[in-house]
């Protein structure tokens, strides 16, 4: 690996019979960065990660991870991961789990310091079988952490995690970034790739069709947000043409629409509804540009 990128993948191929899973593919992983890897259910991250981990072998291109091929000993006392389906003895403490899992790393975190860390010392005595869902993935974060990673894999970790359990480990990654870890995150909650992300990798049919920060990504559409106070429903909204997407957040009708099409929506919002109030204007943000993207993805 001629760069100081944790992870490179260049020209990379894998089917699983027909059916193309990566077709070309091309990302990096730098230093202490939090990339955001996203796409459609289909779009190849679940492959891409088992490759990069060597779960997978590739059927063409290059994997290195810290200039060493997937899977060898040494890349893996670097690594952390915390994927999406496991199993866990349920019979074991907590931790028990933890001291297990950091007796496999030769500088690891004892378990009562990756509590601390994670701040999860109040499950420290809990059986795991016992712990709900939400609880489950908290464990399996720290258990990702035991071996102090240089590289932290990460597939949707705060599903079913409440919104004090999600900021905490909001709280925690940036910690990470800050010590010099280095972060490969999937999630489907753009919001979250949004608040954590130095770059944004989008994949679609096995390919990337768009990378960059998250400034750059939504740059590259020409989307604008309108939001307002409506008694107008998305469902009405969604069938005018210029409206690519109509929904409801926090009480508020959110459109996106094209910029040269922003003027008389505008106009036709407020010729609709004479009650609307608190209108607001603004760039599209990633939810809206990921949406674009796939779109234009399948055409």
Not at 37 to 60: Q, R, Y
């Amino acid at each position: 690996m001629a760069s100081d990128d944790l992870v490179e993948m260049k020209g990379v191929y894998k089917s699983f019979g027909e059916t193309k899973a990566l077709d070309g593919f091309d990302m990096t992983v730098r230093p202490g960065e939090l990339l955001a890897l996203l796409g459609e259910n289909g779009a190849g991250k679940t492959t891409a990660i088992s490759l990069m981990l060597g779960l997978e072998p590739a059927d063409a291109g290059q994997i290195r991870l810290f200039g060493e091929r997937p899977g060898s000993m040494n890349v893996r006392r670097r690594i952390g991961v915390m994927m999406q389906e496991v199993f866990m003895a349920p019979e074991l403490l907590v931790h028990e789990h933890l001291s297990l899992f950091a007796s496999y790393y030769p500088n690891g975190y004892s378990a009562d310091e990756i509590l601390e860390f994670t701040n999860t010392t109040a499950l420290r005595s809990r059986k795991f079988g016992v712990l709900s869902g939400g609880q489950k993935r908290q464990i399996q974060f720290a258990i990702a952490l035991c071996g102090r990673p240089k590289l932290l894999f990460l597939d949707e970790p705060t599903v079913g995690l409440d919104v004090q359990a999600r900021k905490d480990l909001w709280a925690t990654l940036r910690r990470l970034i800050q010590q010099g870890c280095s972060i490969l995150l999937t999630t489907h909650y753009l919001e979250e790739a949004e608040a954590l992300a130095d770059r944004i990798v989008v994949l679609a049919k096995g390919r990337v069709v768009s990378t960059g920060t998250v400034k750059e990504v939504t740059q590259t559409i020409s989307t604008r947000r309108i939001s307002c106070v409506s008694q107008l429903t998305p469902e009405e909204v969604s069938t005018w043409p210029a409206v690519s997407s109509a929904v409801i957040e926090d009480g508020k009708l959110v459109l996106a629409v094209g910029h040269s099409e922003l003027e008389a929506t505008v106009r036709r919002l407020l010729a609709a509804d004479s009650t609307l109030v608190d209108l607001q204007v603004s760039q599209a943000g990633l939810a809206d540009a990921f949406l674009k993207i796939t779109q234009e993805s399948r055409q």
